[in-house]
Structures are given as C-alpha cells and as structure tokens.
C-alpha cells in the first residue's frame, strides 16, 4: 500500500458517511465517571527477550524480515525507563476514546469524537503505524496449501495437532539453550539450528506480541506451516490479518451496553467508582501510537516524541513514559487541545 494511496483514502468527504457527528454514549456519560481497567495480551517484552536470546547471524535475519524494523522500538517499551517500569499500554487513553466512539456503517473501521473534532482509526492508519504489510489476503489454493510444510511441528512439537502460545514460547527458550552436537558437522549443524531459532522466533513474535494471544489459545496450523517458507512468510500480508484481531476487539467493546448494565442495577446496588474490565487482543499498542500521532495532546501526556525527523513507521517516533495519568484527568487536558487527523502531516514520505 502506498503512502500515495493512503492518503488519497482519507478525505473529508468521508465525514457524511458517519451517522451524524455524535458519539455511542451520551457526553454526559464520559466527561463524568466510567472508569475501567484495561488489560491487554500483547507481550512487548518479547522483542527485549528475542534481543538477548538470537545471535547476531540470527538477530540480522530477523531484521530483514516483514517484523525486523519493530526492533528499533525505544527499549522503553520493552525494557523499562529510568525506573524498570512498562507503561508501553496507557489503558486510560484507550477507554478515554472507547468513550468518545461514534457509530459509523463503515464495518472495519473505528471513529471517534474529541471534543468536537471526528478521528479515524483504519488499516490505512494501522499501515504507516505499523510498517507491515497491509493489501488484502491472497487467496491460497490447494496446490498453493499443499506446499506448505510441516517441518517445524513435527521437530519440536512432536507433531501436534494443537499447539498453544505457551508452547511457541517453551520452543522458542528451548531452541536458544539448545547446544550443538550429533552426527552432523558443527557448521551444518548450526546453520539449520540457527535457520531454526529464526523461524519459530517469527512466530514467537507474531502469536504473543502482533496477534496478543491469551497463551493457552491454539495456534493456527496455517501459521505453523507458513513460517518454515521464509519467502512465503515475509511476504504474507500480515499486517491485514493483526489489524482484523485488533480491530474486532475493540469494536467489540460496547461502552453503552456497559453502561446501561449500570443504569439497571438498583441504585443501592450502583456503584459509580467500581471499575470495569475488560481485555484486548490483537496489538493495541499500535492504537495507541496512533492515539499519539493524530490527537496530539494524548501524545504528552505520558510519552515522549524521539528527537529528530519524523520516522517511518510511526511507532519508532515515540518513547515510553514514566506516568500514566487517571481518567479524569485526562478529560480535563483534552478540553483546550486540537486534534489532528494522521494524514495532514504525511507530505515527508
């Protein structure tokens, strides 16, 4: 997709599309209080793991793969800031626009309304935040299916028909522990050994960070097989599939039925400061690098800008901070801030 493209797709004359400019809940609803807590599936201290574990020959492969740029993500988010915390999820500033949804017949696509001002979150967005690949899923026929390979299953997973996230993860630790030695010669052996490690690497990366799997969830054969074609794998538009999981899970969050759960209960029994909860999946992070880019003042509050020109894809523009403020307080720096759509500052690329 290019940035040409992206562009062109993302016009005002998209706005009458929505179905007037009025947000799901009713404003009195989320400038008072809705607290939640957010959890999330992601795992980004994966990429922090994955640098200590890979061997340089191995770390350079990666790098040339369709996820190698997300290794120059600010070591924050992985790693920790100055204090060895991670706040690299601000589930506030989610819930913050979780609230502020607008209803729109656009199926795969999020709206949202800040203080007057319509946002769109879109696979077109999720590409330049991103950087992976975001055209549509080819289709695969049998001859296509029947090249697909499973090498890697039978290997290390004694050829299982179910293999879940926890297992990826055990596979993934096992193989970098893993010493050389057998019939083979020492260079051929760890050629494929090194071969190996990169390739169940990928889908350690892909299952519990991009795809933010709950670790006991199956994962897909289709994924399994596809990593042993490195070609084939990189070239897959992975992107498309992270954007679907992501997006359907926050589509799926319905703040007015929850908040008309409230409404139901007796009013003895309402209490306004119990939190609600919920969890995502897929790569929120991405949402809220977007969050930073197009509504500015969300970018201040807790993050950082990198220093420097504006980088590509956009989540390498950004560090980690330290603090993550509450709700309200986030509701009351909005009401003096602008908001910018992600496109009006894409001329550079």
Known sequence: MGTREVVEVYLTNELPQLRNLRTILDRDVYTNKFPAKITVKEQLQILAEIKGALKESELEVFRRSCFGHFLKLDAGWTEGGKTGKRNTFAGQYVHFLMLRRMPTKKKRELWFLVEGKPARFSIHEFAIVTGLVCTPKPFLGLEEKLKLK????????????????????????SLC?????????????????????????????????????????????????????????????????????????????????????????????????????????????????????????????????????????????????????????????????????????????
């Not at 039978?154 to 050829?159: H, L, Q, S, V």
């Not at 190996?196 to 709950?214: H, N, Q, S």
Request: aromatic residues 12%; charged residues 30%.
């Open 150 to 173: 499973a090498r890697n299953r039978d290997e290390y997973f004694k050829g299982a028909t179910q293999i879940k996230v926890d297992d990826i993860q055990k596979a993934f630790r």
């Open 177 to 349: 522990d893993k010493e050389e030695g057998g019939k083979k010669k020492k260079a051929e052996k760890e050629k494929d050994l090194g071969t190996d490690r990169v390739k169940i690497t990928l889908l350690y990366f892909l299952e519990g960070v991009l795809l933010g799997a709950d670790p006991k969830r199956n994962v897909s054969t289709f994924h399994m097989s596809m990593v042993d074609d490195l070609d084939m794998f990189n070239s897959y538009p992975w992107g498309t599939v992270v954007y679907d999981t992501t997006v359907d899970s926050l589509g799926g969050k319905d703040m007015a039925e929850k908040y008309r759960e409230r409404l139901r209960k007796p009013p003895h029994k309402q209490q306004p400061d119990v939190k609600e909860t919920y969890t995502l999946y897929g790569f929120p992070f991405a949402f809220q690098i977007w969050a930073f880019e197009a509504i500015p003042f969300l970018g201040t509050v807790c993050a950082r800008r990198v220093d420097g020109p504006v980088r590509f894809p956009r989540c390498l523009n950004w560090r980690c901070g330290e603090t993550v403020p509450p709700l309200d307080r986030i509701t009351t720096l909005s009401k003096d801030r602008r908001v910018c759509f992600l496109t009006h500052f894409m001329s550079f690329m």
